[in-house]
């Protein structure tokens, strides 16, 4: 059966419904007929919103959440056609005081769309940011026994704040003071009753992790630190679900880069949280913590270290892995290869993993890359990821490989590593990987034995395949195979030198 609407071109649906608005009897149908085509037109008329400021106000509840809702739908679809959005702003803030939480519910999901659409001009929004905060948290705390009211208020000020709110610091601290109030009062509510609060846990650290990201190190005090710390121990110790894990890691990442290294003093408490999520955690899960203990790893540093062993053993374990998805091994190897930088010699004892890890890999990159061709842009995309994930993980091996590692007892680092290079069309890189590319062939040339020097150059075809690169309209590429091939006709000299002698 045809739809009602069948063979009239959209954009001139409008017309025909919008002067039943204006009828009393009307109104609400043509509201709704109006809001169910407005992700389908080109211009909205202006006429609907000069109805909707009169419908919002109305004495009738559905009318004024039929008048809600399209508000909501064109913030949504067609936030550009909103041209005086100073006005639009204002209807919205004026409607907040709703006693009607549905009608709120759509106000909030129609300001998220609002922040979300102003990313790129946040100054149209960010002189409304104070009335904005507050008025969206009276509302979530007149209607807090609505859940989606509560969700759909949370969502919006994440937005805000995410998006729109910088120089707003004095409101964002309040935001941020009043986020843990509502986070440890919902998992009290949690353990007092058997309802499913995971959603509303989730929303509120990621709003307290949007606040801190938003306010930096400035207004981090220790304090703060010990209080957001022993939230997370909490609630990881009473909610078990993957929802509100993965809120917390990312939770974790973002207090180390903020605090630096003096949160290594929570390490020790926080790391069974991280430690499940790599062994235990689904896949969204491990993503989050594997991102979380790359994060540490580059704020901490080497304050890192108590942990580095253990860390190294979780990665490799998830990298050989079978079972595991293949999506999480990219970041978890570029995770590994930073962490070996970091722990440099003493990485050693990991090293023979590491190579089985990448042959792994490698199989995996070959698949990706003779199946990409089948499997549209995702497919092509991870192969994409996980060469420059390679490339990334054998310059960072090769950097501190001892001169006691013997290579030919580790495919990985000599005969995968030859293929993984002469497979490899030069010509077809573009510029980031091409730096990646010349910087490998720069660590092969620095290996601490010469014998694995000699021998890796001399399969490589080294200097044939740098020349290309020297003509690079890219003046970084350029500079690089410059450098690049300085240190390998230096190698090989010292390698030919060695040899004579």
């Known amino acids: 059966m045809r739809p009602w609407h069948h063979g009239i071109p959209k954009e001139n649906m409008v017309p025909l419904v919008t002067p039943f608005i204006k009828k009393t009897e009307s109104r609400e149908g043509a509201l709704l007929i109006t809001g169910a085509m407005i992700r389908h037109m080109e211009k909205i008329d202006p006429q609907v919103f000069q109805e909707l400021s009169t419908c919002i106000k109305s004495k009738d509840d559905d009318l004024r959440e039929a008048s809600a809702w399209v508000m909501a739908r064109i913030a949504q679809h067609q936030f550009k056609e909103i041209s005086e959005l100073e006005n639009f702003l204002n209807l919205i803030l004026e409607a907040l005081n709703e006693k009607s939480p549905r009608v709120v519910s759509h106000l909030c999901w129609a300001l998220h769309a609002i922040f979300d659409g102003c990313e790129t001009n946040p100054e149209k929004v960010s002189p409304f940011t104070p009335i904005l905060v507050q008025s969206l948290l009276k509302a979530s705390e007149i209607h807090k026994t609505d859940e989606n009211l509560e969700l759909m208020a949370c969502e919006a000020l994440t937005t805000l704040v995410r998006k729109i709110s910088?120089?707003?610091?004095?409101?964002?601290?309040?935001?941020?003071?009043l986020s843990l109030d509502r986070w440890q009062a919902t998992i009290r509510a949690k353990k007092e009753s058997s309802k499913e609060t995971s959603l509303f846990v989730k929303n509120w650290i990621l709003l307290v992790s949007e606040c801190l990201g938003n306010l930096g190190t400035k207004y981090l005090d220790?304090?703060?630190?010990?209080?957001?710390?022993k939230l997370i121990l909490e609630t990881s110790h009473d909610m078990t679900g993957q929802i509100e894990r993965c809120a917390l890691v990312t939770l974790v990442g973002t207090l180390g880069i903020i605090d630096g290294p003096?949160?290594?003093?929570?390490?020790?408490?926080?790391?069974p949280l991280l430690s499940e999520g790599v062994q235990h955690g689904g896949t969204e899960l491990k993503n989050a913590t594997i991102a979380t203990l790359k994060e540490l790893q580059r704020a901490l540093g080497r304050n890192m270290l108590k942990f580095a062993d253990d860390t190294a053993t979780l990665l490799l374990s998830l990298l050989l892995s079978p079972t595991v998805d293949r999506r999480l091994k990219p970041e978890a190897l570029v995770c590994l290869a930073e962490l070996a930088l970091m722990m440099d010699l003493d990485f050693k004892k990991h090293l023979p993993s590491a190579a089985k890890a990448l042959e792994q890999v490698l199989t995996i990159l070959k698949w990706a890359q003779r199946y990409k061709s089948l499997g549209g842009h995702q497919i092509y995309d991870f192969a994409s990821t996980l060469k420059d994930a390679i490339f990334k993980a054998y310059i960072c091996f090769l950097r501190i490989i001892p001169p006691d590692f013997p290579l030919e007892n580790a495919?990985?680092?000599?005969?995968d590593l030859i293929n993984f290079l002469n497979t490899l069309?030069?010509?077809?890189?573009?510029?980031?990987?091409?730096?990646?590319f010349l910087g490998l062939l720069s660590s092969c040339a620095t290996l601490k034995d010469?014998?694995?020097?000699r021998y890796l150059l001399s399969h490589l075809h080294v200097m044939d395949t740098i020349r290309p690169f020297l003509q690079s309209p890219n003046c970084q590429v350029k500079q690089e195979a410059e450098h690049t091939y300085q240190e390998v006709a230096l190698a090989m000299s010292e390698s030919e030198a060695a040899m004579i002698t």
């Open 450 to 453: 010469e014998k694995d020097v």
């Open 411 to 415: 495919p990985g680092f000599r005969s």
């Open 262 to 271: 003096p949160f290594a003093s929570h390490l020790p408490s926080l790391w």
């Open 166 to 177: 910088r120089g707003c610091e004095g409101e964002i601290v309040a935001l941020f003071n």
């Open 425 to 436: 069309d030069a010509s077809k890189l573009d510029d980031q990987s091409s730096l990646s």
């Open 222 to 229: 220790p304090p703060a630190v010990n209080r957001v710390v």
